[in-house]
């Protein structure tokens, strides 16, 4: 893929707060990247200064090559939808989408051919001249989206879009936004703090904390190779465990060694290891060298989160079956379910 833009060292500050500590990003043609991190973090702010709403106090905004750092957010190729849609109360839906389109004064037709493949393209055809105020959240979100899609920029960036709609809505819209991406073929900058959301949507995830990027992987990356104790612990959920990588491949805790997949540490050195709660198995304690006894049991829905003390710490489980409180019961996992990391404060 081609790199489409690139962001060389971004620094900002509101007051005497630094929100933006030297921010490096690339991202590509046709990519769906997504910024996650807790609020404060710094995403949103990434996202004003690509757009052109915020100016970086240092660094460059770089598009196809050339630095747009100085460029007005009217004279970039990209758009923005918020979440809070901005739609204007007074026009209908096909006015609203026709709005950018109407300030260019293109060509009626052009503007009736343009809106209507929007209308289509996010599901929302015979809906031009219903009243925007009369609109479900998920409805309107639609024709935010067809707004800013129907002045065919290269870069599309959503800025916590779908924070106002409910739970079902919501998923639908994940899933809809994705389909949306892949039929267009632009670029998607879509800023969030839900995990969730991310992991499903998302080509590329750049994980930020504290004005920094904490790392940029996959979702499958980002969720199973967690770089240190911030991603592993705010990407789902973690046993985060202190250990020693005895030695290539072997690593040591709590009071065992175990066999694991990973390489590259000094031998004897201090890590930490995550183990997945899904990745844990509940097995007779006479087979497993982890021994413990179930204090919690919760049902979730789609599985059983068990809590099993040990006499050095309490791990969670996640499994379809059920165990009861009080029952000694052994742990089990695979080389591949220990992910050694560098510990707290060495990266």
């Known amino acids: ?23 490096d990003l690339n991202v590509y043609e046709n990519e769906f990247l997504t910024l996650l991190g807790p609020s404060g973090c710094g995403k949103t702010t990434t996202l004003r200064i690509i757009a052109g709403f915020e100016e970086a106090d240092s660094g460059q905004v770089l598009f196809d090559g050339k630095d747009i750092s100085a460029l007005p957010p009217y004279k970039r190729p990209v758009n923005t939808v918020f979440q809070k849609y901005a739609l204007f109360p007074h026009m209908n839906v096909f006015d609203n989408i026709a709005f ?19 209308l289509a393209l996010v599901g929302l055809e015979g809906f031009g001249s219903r009243d925007v105020t009369l609109l479900s959240g998920g409805q309107q979100q639609r024709v ?71 790392q940029i992987g996959s979702p499958t990356d980002i969720y199973n190779e967690p770089e240190n104790r911030f991603v592993a612990s705010f990407i789902g ?16 805790f709590d009071g065992c060694r175990f066999e694991c997949v990973d390489r ?8 930490e290891v995550v183990l997945r709660p899904e990745d844990l198995d509940i097995v007779d ?19 059983y989160e068990i809590l099993v003390e040990t006499d050095i710490r309490t791990y969670m489980i996640h499994t379809t079956d059920y165990t009861e409180i009080g029952k000694h019961v052994g742990l ?13 404060g060495s990266y």
Do not use: C
């Not at 893929?1 to 921010?23: A, S």
């Not at 590259?264 to 890590?271: K, S």
């Not at 089990?332 to 707290?344: K, N, T």
């Open 285 to 303: 304690p006479e087979n497993a060298r982890i021994r413990g006894t179930v204090r919690q049991v919760t049902f979730k829905g789609v599985h």
């Open 1 to 23: 893929m081609n790199k489409l833009i690139e962001l060389k060292n971004l620094t900002k500050n509101f007051e005497d707060q630094q929100v933006l500590r030297g921010i």
């Open 100 to 118: 950018g389109l109407n300030i260019r004064k293109a060509d009626k037709q052009e503007i009736r051919r343009k809106v209507e493949a929007m």
């Open 332 to 344: 089990d996992f695979g080389p591949e379910d220990i992910h050694v990391m560098w510990p707290m």
């Open 237 to 252: 959920e973690s046993n985060i465990v202190e250990a020693t990588m005895i030695e290539d491949y072997l690593v040591g």
């Open 264 to 271: 590259g540490f000094g031998e004897m050195e201090p890590v």
């Open 144 to 214: 935010a989206i067809a707004r800013a899609l129907v002045n065919e920029p290269k870069v599309l960036l959503l800025d916590e879009p779908l924070g106002a709609l409910d739970a079902r809505i919501r998923k639908q819209m994940q899933m809809e936004l994705k389909k949306i991406q892949r039929e267009v073929g632009i670029t998607f900058i879509y800023v969030t703090h839900d995990q969730e959301e991310a992991l499903s949507m998302s080509d590329t995830v750049v994980v930020m904390n504290e004005g920094m990027i904490q």
